[in-house]
């Protein structure tokens, strides 16, 4: 009996998020939650209300005048830099000071003895600018000969120049694609304890703790071993909160340190949203060359991007666009350059995807305008080009692809989702005319995983065996709603195979595991899994030694089995076992590591192998519109994915669902809008439109790829989920392109801009009918 006892939350079966009861009863506790100590204050930024200029003078007299204000920091308060640039390049301050760059940017911190005090004195402040000329958007920096934030990238395979001049079909085009705000249900916040020496304790709302720590060491100007940084769980992150939270935590820690008195800062959203960084959105211009049958023979594009005043992580992120302009597609002959563009914006930064949805788009509008060039269907076009066998699996940054399913996800996803006899019934309901108007498109995704910065790549985990059989897990990733806790507590329970119910797993916090990277770029699980595994495999191996001496057995014959060790012919209970372990003083604890392998990245050359694997999938997404008013809605949409062997089924279910929805929100209703003196108007929910519940598809069909298995050898053979399924957005919008293109009988590529609003799709549908 006892061989037919399972593991309960073992890997690769379904297990509830650790915190989903608490998430839903209110007792989850975020930072906000935690309890102030007697002397708590609150801080809150003074920020400009110019887009551009000079600093004539700043009078805080009425700020420090007003009621409740303890202090006001500035510069001269910062003990250390006034820099908190996540690269390095010292270009983005704390608080300004002889010039602001965009409409939001800090220039003191108010502490006070409550948040509204800091709040209301922080307006209080009286600056005198000379107003200089400002640009906000891609173009006009472009015209304005303002410079890059950091330098461009090319990628380059092949002789592109002759492919296009030889073509027998040739396109060249535009596309826009705009930005979007995390819009995270937590905000940003950060809350400093003031410690003994140079000590602090921070506790935020971070992806990136050891960031946050080096960085308020920096503006301190202490050692990283005086900063602490704690994050239980974040209300949401989707990397804005991977170094847009420098910012507080160095305000906090600086205000708490000065003052010896505990400070929190909390912003409210309409502050949160026009001080920090949101995605990038893009101006790709291309130039495509194809034949007869739609194969593409060359690609020439550039891709501009609004990156803001400073280079944050803009770097990388162009540099992303580029590594997925191919989406699912080989290109014989290609050229993609970054223009990571300087505007008087804020500084853009990571969010889902960190510009390989930008990159994607471009490659599906490609496919797009081929397929209304010839007549076809372009999901004709999109077979034809995929990644094959021979010459045809180099990328432009010359990966060779090794790994790729996409033809058989797409295969699947064409005939589960019925997709011809649709996509007939839609032409025929289009050709009788009427104000609504249906599309169908059916898009991939092919998604490199792992850091393009190759040091990022690395990953540490801590593990305590307690005598008493209970474990306390801790590792550097952070727990943002994704389930990543859960997952390295399912493989935990399956190396000792015991139930996940004996695990504890502890905040994240830098004095526990250190030099940690960013929960980011979907590696969550690929690097602290592996982590976890390292450190218990250390503590097993022991155990079994233990036995092996104790008991005079060899190896093979002690068996880890469903919450008991078996020696030789003697079965003891887990608990039982490691208290003799403990008693004969065996090491019950570890520390894990582990640094992902066969990856190298040559930006100079643009070559290398950057991703360990690729991760796919495909959706089918069906659309109705109202060419009267522009208003559209998705009807259905069929999702197949590749998790590889997946660690939690229901969870990476759970993370396609919400990646798709997200990103068919980035490219339909979420809209970013500066006025004319540049400042950000789409700055609350009142005035930004992200996805409601009502906006989901009204048939939603998501299916895991359950016979696919990582070839590599990642955690349990699984592949990264977050960011790849958020491409799959992209099929809402080529569905409605297709929708809007009937009203000129598919004669003309409509090319929409992405958000696709109601007011975009109704202009699009009274440009072609009239043309």
Not at 189 to 208: K, L, M, N, R, Y
Not at 623 to 652: A, C, F, M, W
Not at 681 to 694: C, E, G, N, Q, V
């Amino acid at each position: 009996m006892r061989d037919q006892v399972t593991i309960h939350g073992a890997a690769h079966t379904d297990l509830k998020h650790e915190s989903a009861i608490k998430h839903v009863t209110g007792r989850a506790e975020y930072c906000d939650d935690i309890a102030e100590p007697i002397g708590t204050l609150h801080a809150y930024l003074g920020v400009s209300n110019v887009a551009h200029g000079r600093i004539r003078s700043i009078d805080l007299t009425k700020v420090r005048a007003a009621q409740g204000v303890v202090d006001v920091l500035t510069v001269e308060d910062l003990p250390g830099s006034n820099d908190i640039s996540p690269t390095g390049l010292n270009d983005e301050p704390v608080f300004a000071t002889d010039k602001v760059e965009f409409w939001g940017q800090p220039l003191f911190a108010v502490v006070a003895e409550s948040r509204d005090m800091a709040r209301r004195a922080a307006e209080m402040g009286e600056v005198d600018y000379e107003v200089l000329p400002h640009v906000t958007d891609t173009e006009a920096a472009m015209a304005a000969g303002y410079p890059n934030v950091t330098a461009p990238l090319t990628l380059r395979r092949g002789e592109v120049a002759p492919a296009l001049d030889a073509a027998t079909h040739r396109i060249a085009g535009q596309l826009k694609v705009g930005g979007q705000d995390h819009m995270y249900l937590e905000g940003h916040i950060a809350f400093a304890i003031p410690g003994e020496d140079d000590d602090v304790v921070v506790h935020c709302s971070t992806q990136h703790p050891s960031e946050a720590q080096h960085m308020v060491a920096h503006v301190l100007g202490v050692p990283s071993n005086a900063v602490t940084v704690n994050v239980r769980r974040m209300g949401g992150g989707f990397g804005g909160k991977e170094s847009q939270m420098n910012l507080f935590c160095a305000v906090a820690a600086v205000a708490a340190k000065k003052l010896n008195r505990p400070v929190k800062i909390r912003p409210d959203r309409d502050q949160d949203m026009t001080s920090t960084g949101k995605r990038h959105d893009f101006v790709v211009d291309y130039d495509v060359a194809f034949d007869g049958d739609g194969r593409i023979e060359a690609v020439d594009a550039q891709f501009a991007a609004r990156c803001g005043y400073s280079a944050d992580l803009s770097g990388p992120v162009t540099d992303r666009a580029l590594f997925h302009a191919d989406n699912t597609y080989f290109y014989p002959n290609v050229q993609l350059t970054s223009r990571p563009m300087k505007t008087n914006t804020v500084s853009n930064t990571a969010f889902r995807g960190f510009g390989g949805p930008q990159g994607a788009v471009m490659a599906e509008r490609i496919v797009e305008e081929i397929a209304f060039k010839l007549g076809k269907d372009p999901l004709e076009i999109r077979k034809l080009n995929f990644y094959g066998e021979g010459e045809r699996n180099v990328t432009p940054y010359h990966q060779t692809v090794e790994d790729n399913v996409i033809a058989r996800l797409v295969d699947e996803l064409e005939e589960t989702s019925d997709y011809q006899a649709r996509r007939a019934a839609i032409l025929e309901h289009n050709a009788k005319g009427g104000i609504t108007r249906k599309g169908i498109a059916l898009t991939p995704v092919k998604f490199g995983i792992s850091f393009t910065a190759t040091w990022y790549n690395q990953a540490g985990a801590l593990i305590h065996i307690y005598n008493d059989g209970s474990i306390h897990l801790n590792h550097g990733g952070t727990e943002m709603g994704q389930g990543l806790n859960t997952k390295i507590s399912q493989v935990v329970a399956s190396e000792f195979q015991i139930d996940v119910s004996r695990i504890k797993i502890t905040k994240t916090t830098t004095e526990k595991v250190p030099n940690t990277s960013a929960t980011a770029a979907s590696s969550g699980a690929d690097l602290n899994g592996m982590a976890a595994q390292n450190a218990c495999v250390q503590i097993r191996d022991r155990l079994v030694r233990f036995a092996c001496e104790k008991w005079g057995v060899p190896a093979e014959d002690v068996v880890f089995a469903p919450n008991e060790v078996r020696v030789g012919g003697e079965i003891y209970s887990f608990d039982a076992f490691i208290k003799l372990a403990y008693m004969d003083r065996v090491q019950l604890s570890a520390a894990g590591f582990y640094k992902t392998p066969e990856i190298h990245w040559d930006r100079a050359n643009g070559t290398g192998r950057p991703f360990y694997y690729y991760a796919y999938g495909a959706a089918v997404s069906e659309v109705s519109i109202d060419t009267l008013t522009g208003e559209y809605r998705v009807e259905r949409t069929d999702i197949i994915h590749d998790v590889g062997k997946s660690l939690n089924p229901i969870l990476d279910k759970g993370q396609v669902e919400g990646a798709f929805v997200q990103g068919m929100g980035w490219l339909t209703t979420e809209e970013l809008w500066w006025d004319d003196k540049g400042c950000l108007r789409t700055h609350a929910p009142s005035t930004y439109k992200i996805p409601l519940a009502s906006d989901r598809p009204r048939e939603f069909n998501v299916k895991l790829a359950d016979w696919s298995e990582n070839r590599e050898l990642t955690i349990k053979r699984s592949k990264a989920v977050g960011e790849p399924p958020f491409v799959l957005g992209i099929s809402v919008l080529e569905a409605l392109s297709m929708a809007v293109a009937s009203v000129a009988e598919y004669r003309e590529c409509p090319r929409l801009e992405a958000p696709a609003t109601p007011e975009r799709i109704l202009m699009a549908v009274d440009r072609l009918s009239e043309a």
